[in-house]
């Protein structure tokens, strides 16, 4: 089938995690992604073979050495057929590199240029080296602890400054290369991993900034995680909405509290949660589930890993499934999330070797055998 990406050229210089998610969803969605990874060892994260393979589908790997002159050459010569470059060293490597955004520009004026960093391209923490947990932190993810004190009791474990960072830079890209069909020019799209997280806060940041108190959805007494009779967990999610609180106190034995509001829950929060956890913890999960969808009350079940991978709606909504890989075999990935007229594109192929498409990808550019081994820095490298 055709892919609402087919035929976009997608340079790829983001290491680690956020650029890696971003063109793994690009690249589903049939962009040719070209992995531009550093002689030695390639992208950081190949020391984590599962990790790595789960983000790098459907690409393709290229080796060049851009210290060198040759290197540098070969990705102008890339850049120049190229819709989109993204690159996610610290602020400025690429211009001491000589292959900043006006350089590139200057060689392809359509070029679509991303820059992804943890604080940006300037301001007083430009440079500051982070990971998730710190960007987390900064942007007020962890406001509860800051105002009790106490450190997190535990930490994280979805890297959601690395991951929205991935989701802004697709979106990045894809209004950028919209306005390059209006305009025919290209553009360059700073991604700040921690102004993408104080965006995700705007429902609680700018109640702040007005004076005024941020909902407190998490105060309901039906919103939480629970243990049942067997030992199992699950959540409720009655946020503010009566229509869901009465049909709950009808199954759970709550009459007495069913015509309460939601200002009057929350002044009571800690008595009725408590109520709710004693009643759920008679009965095991599968009972309180069977109970709560035939009475439309939000909830599901606490899912361990290996318990989503075999949930039947994800089955159905096909978010597993086997590529092929060389030699027979295949191996599993987890599916783009878009459903384009009922289908779902990619993956369709593995994560690639180190420089596993070297040659192939340097020849359809146009380079010459020379160009290609100053490109690279040796050929044994070369896939």
Not at 271 to 300: C, M, V, Y
Not at 358 to 380: D, R
Request: proline share 7%; charged share 20%.
């Amino acid at each position: 089938m055709a892919r609402p990406l087919d035929g976009l050229v997608v340079l790829s210089l983001a290491e680690q995690y956020p650029g890696p998610y971003a063109t793994m969803l690009m690249a589903d969605l049939g962009a040719d992604v070209i992995l531009i990874e550093r002689p030695a060892g390639g992208d950081p994260a190949r020391q984590f073979p599962a990790f790595f393979a789960a983000l790098n589908r459907n690409k393709r790997s290229v080796i060049l050495d851009l210290k060198s002159a040759g290197g540098r050459g070969a990705l102008l010569a890339l850049a120049r057929r190229a819709d989109v470059l993204l690159e996610g060293f610290r602020p400025k490597t690429m211009d001491r590199l000589g292959l900043g955004y006006e350089v590139l520009a200057a060689v392809n004026p359509l070029l679509v240029y991303l820059s992804v960093s943890g604080f940006g391209q300037d301001g007083p923490y430009r440079d500051r080296p982070a990971h998730d947990l710190s960007y987390q932190a900064i942007t007020g993810v962890f406001f509860r602890h800051a105002r009790a004190s106490q450190p997190a009791l535990k930490i994280p474990d979805v890297a959601i400054g690395d991951l929205s960072a991935g989701m802004f830079t697709v979106l990045g890209a894809l209004a950028a290369i919209v306005e390059r069909s209006r305009t025919g020019r290209g553009s360059y799209v700073d991604v700040s991993m921690t102004d993408g997280l104080v965006s995700w806060m705007t429902a609680f940041l700018a109640p702040i900034m007005n004076g005024q108190a941020p909902v407190e959805f998490g105060a309901e007494p039906g919103y939480g995680v629970f243990a049942c009779g067997d030992g199992q967990l699950l959540t409720l999610s009655v946020a503010h909405e009566d229509w869901f609180w009465r049909p709950l106190c009808s199954v759970t034995g709550l009459t007495t509290a069913a015509n309460l509001g939601h200002a009057a829950r929350v002044a009571r929060s800690g008595e009725l949660k408590k109520r709710l956890a004693d009643t759920l913890r008679s009965q095991p999960r599968n009972h309180w589930g069977a109970l709560f969808d035939e009475h439309g009350i939000p909830w599901a079940p606490v899912s361990d890993l290996s318990e989503v991978v075999a949930d039947p709606h994800f089955g159905s909504h096909q978010m597993f499934r086997q590529v092929p890989e060389a030699g027979g075999a295949s191996s599993w990935h987890v599916s783009q999330p878009l459903s384009f007229g009922g289908v779902r594109p990619g993956p369709t192929r593995p994560a690639p070797a180190l420089g596993e498409h070297t040659l192939e990808v340097l020849k359809q550019f146009g380079l010459s055998a020379s160009e290609i081994t100053a490109a690279v820095g040796s050929t044994a490298a070369v896939g």
